[in-house]
């Protein structure tokens, strides 16, 4: 379902132990991949000479990271190439 508020103002959201658990269960493997990358570039003399950043996906390696990421940057819409 869908939420039309006109004129209000929305500075937080409350997120359900459900959905954090949900959420968590679906960035886990990713999480998981993000740390891998980060141990490895870490002991890597090649990560020294690349001037590119890294995207940084640390947010997702913790349950509690997640969850925070969430409840913080959940209010901004994700628009597709056909959203406007």
Request: hydrophobic fraction near 45%.
């Amino acid at each position: 379902s869908k939420v039309f508020l006109s004129g209000v103002h929305v500075s937080s959201l409350h997120i359900d132990e459900a959905s954090n658990e949900a959420l968590w269960d679906a960035c886990r493997e990713l999480g998981q991949a993000s740390r891998e990358v980060n141990l490895r570039l870490a002991d890597s003399a090649l990560v020294k000479l690349v001037r590119d950043r890294f995207e940084d996906l640390t947010m997702f390696e913790t349950k509690i990271g997640v969850a925070w990421y969430m409840s913080h940057l959940g209010l901004f819409a994700m628009r597709g190439p056909n959203e406007h």
